[in-house]
């Protein structure tokens, strides 16, 4: 069995949560409907779905904190739909795929026949901050149909620095390297894109032997809500905090000129998590812009998953062809 499918302890912190809160709800629905069946319904309710509220006051943020930054203005329309997108995504991510689905698509195995015709490097996915590999579970079926092998992490701990999980990556990358076919090929949402940074940095080998490094929603010059964090890993989310700084530093001393030439970076004018929207560009990347996605909806954007397979389908001039929608 593969490391990264032993053991997830966020899985297990996930399970009781959304245990918790079901009984908790239940609990005040039944107790509560006897003496105000409104205050029964509007507490269920609450319980269930306060999260939409935090998600609102995270649009609105985005709105207030734009200012000058060069990614256009999000419209108002924009925000309810990308508020809509997220409402209906985090209950499939965070209550569903992390805590209980974890496991369901394995890692491509080195002793195991090609799943495929595709000769292109294996991708290394690395999720974010409070996820597990359960995260990708989408783009794990679309590179099975496509033969892409691939490998994961659950990065842990999961409030720890991000420099603890460099080794992580590390053997990650060794694993990719078995299995694929060339180069590997890192594919990373939010904290997981400087994560996958501070590894490139850890070795002047490291960028050789990948082919490219594809981020989205990554805070790579950190976010505004970075600000309200205390844990290791926000704190090295915060806006332009010396982590980042030292980061950039060392990675320009690595590569003076290009320095980002292998990333691509997905960004949004709506991330209610990154923002502003352009924390989430580097200089000389592939810097795309998707108007209107969520942070976690925009890791499944259908222009986000499309362009992103036919990149990783062709990481080797391999006959794959991605037809994702």
Not at 134 to 162: A, C, K, Q, T
Request: aromatic share 10%; charged share 15%.
């Amino acid at each position: 069995m593969s490391h990264t499918l032993q053991n997830s302890r966020l899985a297990r912190l996930q399970q009781w949560a959304v245990g918790m809160v079901l009984v908790v709800a239940l609990a005040w629905g039944v107790l509560v409907w006897p003496h105000s069946p409104r205050a029964s319904v509007a507490g269920f309710g609450l319980l269930l779905g306060g999260y939409a509220l935090v998600l609102a006051l995270e649009l609105l943020a985005v709105a207030w904190v734009h200012q000058s930054d060069p990614a256009p203005r999000p419209r108002w329309h924009e925000l309810v739909g990308a508020w809509w997108q997220e409402v209906r995504m985090a209950p499939r991510v965070f209550a569903w795929r992390q805590p209980f689905r974890w496991r369901h698509w394995p890692d491509t195995d080195a002793t195991a026949d090609p799943i495929g015709v595709c000769s292109s490097g294996a991708v290394v996915f690395v999720h974010g901050f409070v996820c597990n590999r359960g995260f990708w579970h989408p783009w794990m079926r679309e590179l099975r149909r496509l033969g892409v092998p691939y490998v994961s992490v659950n990065l842990e701990p999961v409030f720890g620095s991000i420099d603890a999980y460099v080794p992580q990556i590390e053997s990650a990358v060794r694993r990719a390297e078995v299995v694929g076919g060339g180069p590997p090929q890192l594919v990373c949402h939010s904290m997981g894109g400087l994560a996958a940074r501070a590894w490139l940095a850890a070795h002047a080998a490291n960028p050789a032997r990948i082919a490219q490094v594809l981020t989205i929603g990554t805070p790579h010059h950190g976010t505004w809500l970075g600000q309200f964090s205390h844990l290791p890993n926000g704190r090295q989310m915060r806006l332009h905090n010396p982590w980042l700084l030292a980061l950039a530093a060392a990675e320009a001393k690595q590569a003076p000129e290009a320095t980002y030439r292998q990333f691509i970076c997905w960004y949004s004018n709506t991330d209610n998590i990154v923002f502003p929207a352009s924390t989430a560009t580097l200089s000389g990347a592939d810097n795309r812009l998707v108007t209107g996605a969520a942070h976690v909806a925009m890791a499944f954007h259908p222009r986000v998953m499309r362009e992103s397979l036919a990149v990783l389908a062709s990481g080797a001039n391999s006959p794959c062809e991605a037809t994702a929608s």
